[in-house]
């Protein structure tokens, strides 16, 4: 089988910490999968990260706080494609809000009503 | 429309159309139904899926606070470290329904874990116990990614097929229809005009006939008045033997 492809991840400090200490974060000399997003990242170098992950062949999921994928929801709008598939997770001081999460209002308007 | 010749031909070859996209819209619309009832059990394995990845989340976050309690600022120890990723993601391809879907499954390299000699100084059992919630949050989140994307994949085949169903209903199907409609009406006229011709040359062939018995008629009451006889050979039905009388000629004795 395939070597596979890894976990890319987009967070906050804690998020990260704890995904690398469970084992997906792979940094090679040419590029990292995860980025740490502090209080002083700017909104450019989000959107770029998430543009590269996007674009590498080598990566099929990418983590993103559910905070941080608000505030790069314009760039989100327009992804399509199912590989890397986006998936938004909550953080520790912001819980899941399933009315934020573009899949889950699909799901709700499909199973008709709300939550 | 027009441009179809009206002939019994084209009547079987549109026939045979018709039969077609009729099979085809009956067969599609199966398709659009049993995909939209794996995407109905999709949609309700996501909702449950995320609730459930919503609690493993707070749980594993804190856990993560517990650790760092216990052990201290370790967070930048763990992202200075070199880092090999040990657990990947394998994307494979399931087919439901006649539509393939995208499936993740997790593999584990089976590399050597990073950051062994993180805990050592103090808090190790916290921090071995955030790697456990992480690990089993990551298990969940790879499958709830793997659920999403064969979401996403079956919304866009169900549209497809939803599409290719209306326009067979609304398009293709009427349209043959109406061929087929003008193509027999054509045939009906056609059938009719050659009718009419025909019942119109029978009509002036009988004219013709009544005409001329008409005019042997009065030949014959003429002929009968002045009593000379008929010219031979002029009329059929005549009697042509009348004009020789047995007692004309000589009798041929030998």
């Known amino acids: 089988m395939d070597v596979g492809k890894l976990v890319a991840i987009i967070g906050d400090e804690d998020t990260v910490t704890g995904f690398l200490l469970a084992g997906v974060g792979h940094r090679t000399a040419e590029a990292s999968n995860f980025l740490i997003v502090k209080q002083d990242t700017k909104l450019p170098q989000i959107e770029q990260a998430f543009r590269g992950f996007t674009t590498r062949s080598d990566i099929g999921i990418i983590l993103i706080n559910q905070h941080i994928a608000n505030d790069i929801r314009h ?3 327009d992804y399509h494609e199912t590989i890397p598939t986006v998936l938004e997770i909550p953080s520790k001081e912001h819980p899941y809000d399933p009315e934020q999460d573009y899949i889950m209002q699909r799901v709700n308007m499909f199973l008709g009503g709300t939550f | 429309m027009s441009e179809v010749p009206p002939t019994r031909m084209n009547q079987q070859i549109f026939k045979g159309k018709l039969k077609a996209a009729v099979g085809g819209h009956k067969l599609l619309k199966k398709k659009a139904d049993a995909l939209k009832v ?8 996501i909702a449950e899926t995320k609730s459930n990845m919503a609690a493993d989340a707070s749980g594993a976050f804190f856990s993560l606070t517990q650790a760092e309690y216990a052990a201290g600022n370790f967070k930048r120890k ?17 087919n439901v329904a006649g539509v393939k879907l995208p499936v993740f499954s997790k593999y584990d390299t089976g590399a050597v874990a990073d950051n062994q000699s993180l805990g050592l100084v103090g808090g190790g059992k916290k921090i071995v116990a955030v790697r456990e919630k992480f690990t089993i949050l990551l298990e969940n989140l790879i499958k709830l990614a793997s659920l999403q994307t064969s979401f996403m994949t079956l919304d866009e085949a169900l ?8 326009a067979l209903e609304n398009v293709t199907i009427p349209k043959i229809e109406a061929v087929l409609d003008y193509i027999s009406r054509e045939l009906d006229e ?11 040359v029978q009509g002036k062939k009988q004219v013709e006939i009544a005409a001329e018995n008409a005019r042997k008629d009065a030949m014959k009451r003429e002929a009968l008045l002045e009593g000379t006889p008929l010219p031979i050979g002029k009329e059929n039905d005549e009697d042509i033997t009348a004009a020789y009388d047995a007692n004309d000629d000589q009798d041929v004795v030998f």
């Open chain 2, 159 to 166: 549209k497809v097929t939803n599409r290719r169903v209306n």
């Open chain 2, 190 to 200: 056609l059938e009719r005009e050659d009718f009419t011709r025909l019942k119109l």
């Open chain 1, 75 to 77: 760039v989100l709008k």
């Open chain 2, 78 to 94: 763990v992202a200075e470290g070199s880092l090999q990723a040990r657990i990947r993601v394998g994307a494979g391809v399931d």
């Open chain 2, 38 to 45: 794996k995407f109905r059990d999709y949609a309700k394995m």
